[in-house]
């Protein structure tokens, strides 16, 4: 396996261990497995001298959560202050074979011919506690608007392939996403966005 960097410049990989476990496939639709640790990685403090061991599960954990607190952080203001709107989707894989094929959809035809302007978006996958279906969690920042105009925009969304609301005002999405387990495509992401945070503008 490759080790990109250490999390910390502190750290200085050391090697890895190959773990029993592997990927778990998953239910009917197969579009989604759920993540297992595969490696056991071992670094070591190059100030003090200790040595760590982890998981590339737990790394591949800790990236993903950190990409959504900093999208996040940056967002929460503009939000409170009613400067952007977040629309929350839950998009099923098994309609979407390309998440960004859906969100350039929602982003360059459909919120772009409703006079809609947009940001940046992120998405983590998932798979349903109760329906198993995966699914993704999908977030699009757009300017400021209201409900009336929202619910005009999306009146005749199918629910089959894909939800959408409007975050409300307790602003907690993006902390449930932290709290899932990692699910993706078999060597595919388990979540992915924009590269740069940007406020919504007129593309």
């Not at 910390?8 to 239910?27: K, Q």
């Not at 790394?59 to 503009?78: A, M, S, T, V």
């Not at 089959?160 to 975050?167: A, C, I, Q, T």
């Not at 993006?174 to 966005?193: A, M, N, Q, S, V």
């Amino acid at each position: 396996m490759t080790i990109k960097k250490a999390e910390s410049t502190n750290f200085a990989f050391l090697y890895y261990t190959r773990l029993a476990s592997g990927v778990v496939t998953n239910h009917k639709w197969g579009v989604f497995q759920k993540k297992e640790p595969r490696y056991a990685l071992r670094f070591i403090n190059n100030l003090t001298g200790q040595q760590h061991q982890t998981t590339d599960y737990n790394l591949k954990l800790n990236r993903r959560n950190k990409k959504i607190q900093l999208f996040n952080d940056f967002y929460e203001p503009y939000f409170h202050n009613k400067q952007i709107s977040i629309l929350c989707f839950i998009v099923y894989a098994d309609a979407y074979s390309k998440i960004s094929d859906f969100i350039d959809y929602q982003k360059k035809t459909k919120l772009f011919n409703s006079n809609i302007m947009t940001g940046s978006h992120i998405w983590i996958c998932d798979i349903g506690k109760k329906n198993r279906r995966p699914h993704y969690h999908l977030f699009i920042i757009t300017e400021h608007i209201t409900i009336d105009l929202f619910n005009l925009v999306y009146s005749n969304n199918n629910e089959e392939k894909y939800k959408v609301k409007m975050m409300d005002a307790r602003y907690g999405l993006f902390i449930y996403c932290k709290k899932k387990d990692l699910f993706g495509k078999f060597k595919g992401k388990c979540c992915g966005g924009s590269n740069v945070l940007t406020l919504p503008s007129k593309k």
